[in-house]
């Protein structure tokens, strides 16, 4: 038998995201197959977290920073190594999974523990297709976009296919390997992609530094973080680029935003911008063509850049009108390429962590080194020429690793609904 091959004798369920099941399987509710536990922490506890890959464990393991730290840990409870944990408000995106740590965790969490008969991994891997289907989010009782609440007694009550104890560890030991296969292709797609990422910086850094003519001769800088240039290039300040501007009521225009990865864009391009657009935007500044846009709080992370666009953009942004001649393309990439951000950080003043204030007087202060401006066309030019060449490895890339990542949920739901059998296999 194939260990691919589709089970002879099916039945239906009744269940919208897993009609048939085979003939040998059972249906039982969440309550027969699990219980809620509601531990008291201990002392030493760590705080453990249901991520959205279904990777449930002690916070400081992925990362630390861009978590809201709860001031009053009322309600948190224990949560056990092998539990079935489920994320209430984030299941529908897949945050469920078998916890790799004691700890404990929000109460918005439920922490379940799998009667005989019953393993917690193979549920885990169910529940996450029933969430990937969609079937969980349309349970919602939404309290915010995007979101269900998903709690033990809305679990409790769902029927869910459950096969015999040694298919569920058989299927759970298929999955295993073959996802662990999918897993090592995504990883490496993943490494080359940020491979590519890094070449891209440091193509566009050694372009607007040095140029394209590796024989050109190079003259000491004078600027301890610019290092040598080439010798022909003129000194001169941004000020001499550059004048900041405020000029308010357009708001009929297009906002715009600044993105640390791209620069100016129009913020209705982008589906990941959860800042809300206020109703008045009398105060909203105009940005024209060729303007400079500066994200001031977060300029040493790169968040600036040469406008394309015309539109309005956040009054605490700043905004500077070109002054003196330059290559806006060439004037782009100058600006956000190493070490300019490091320099900015140099700039800036601390207010508090991962906020630093770039004031525009120091920026307009900063030296400048800039080539003809038949050289700054050529340079941009290269630098648009192989932007276009890497980028489409990484879209192409970026593809593959989606299609991966479709094969192995579908490869899941089937192994978990019983559409393949793969007792062959395990």
Request: hydrophobic share 40%.
């Amino acid at each position: 038998m194939s260990p691919f091959a589709p089970p002879t004798e099916r039945k239906r369920t009744g269940l919208s995201w897993a009609p048939e099941i085979p003939s040998g399987w059972k249906i039982k509710r969440g309550k027969f197959l699990f219980d809620l536990q509601k531990r008291s922490v201990q002392p030493d506890d760590d705080i453990v977290t249901a991520f959205r890959d279904g990777h449930v464990t002690l916070r400081k393991n992925r990362r630390t920073d861009g978590f809201t730290n709860a001031l009053k840990e009322a309600g948190y409870q224990r949560v056990e190594k092998g539990d079935l944990v489920i994320h209430a408000m984030d299941a529908f995106a897949g945050a469920v999974g078998v916890s790799d740590s004691n700890g404990k965790c929000t109460p918005v969490y439920s922490c379940c523990t799998p009667k005989d008969g019953v393993s917690a991994e193979f549920y885990a891997r169910m529940i996450r297709a029933m969430a990937l289907s969609g079937f969980i989010e349309s349970l919602a009782k939404g309290i915010r976009e995007r979101s269900t609440d998903f709690r033990w007694r809305e679990f409790a009550e769902q029927p869910l296919p459950m096969p015999p104890f040694d298919q569920q560890l058989k299927i759970n030991a298929f999955l295993d390997q073959e996802t662990q296969q999918i897993d090592g292709l995504i990883d490496k797609k993943t490494r080359f992609i940020s491979a590519l990422n890094d070449k891209e910086k440091a193509m566009i850094a050694h372009f607007v530094r040095r140029g394209i003519d590796a024989t050109a001769p190079t003259k000491d800088s004078g600027v301890e973080w610019r290092g040598v240039v080439p010798a022909h290039w003129q000194r001169a300040r941004m000020k001499n680029h550059f004048k900041q501007v405020k000029r308010q009521g357009f708001d009929d225009l297009n906002v715009l935003s600044v993105y640390r990865e791209f620069g100016v864009i129009e913020k209705a391009s982008r589906s990941d911008n959860i800042n809300k657009t206020p109703d008045d935007l009398s105060k909203y500044q105009l940005v024209e063509p060729n303007d400079l846009a500066i994200n001031k709080m977060k300029a040493w992370q790169g968040s600036m850049g040469i406008s394309p666009f015309l539109g309005i953009t956040s009054p605490d942004y700043v905004v500077m009108k070109p002054v003196g001649e330059h290559n806006p393309r060439y004037m782009h990439h100058y600006l956000r390429a190493r070490p300019m951000p490091w320099v900015y950080r140099l700039i800036s003043n601390g207010i508090r962590t991962d906020q630093w204030r770039m004031e525009p007087e120091k920026f307009l202060e900063l030296p400048i080194f800039l080539p003809s401006m038949d050289e700054q066309e050529a340079i941009a030019n290269r630098i648009d020429c192989e932007l276009d060449r890497i980028r489409d490895l990484i879209e192409k890339t970026e593809r593959s690793i989606a299609l991966l990542k479709e094969k192995r949920a579908a490869l899941i739901t089937a192994a978990v609904t019983g559409k393949i059998d793969v007792r062959a296999a395990a």
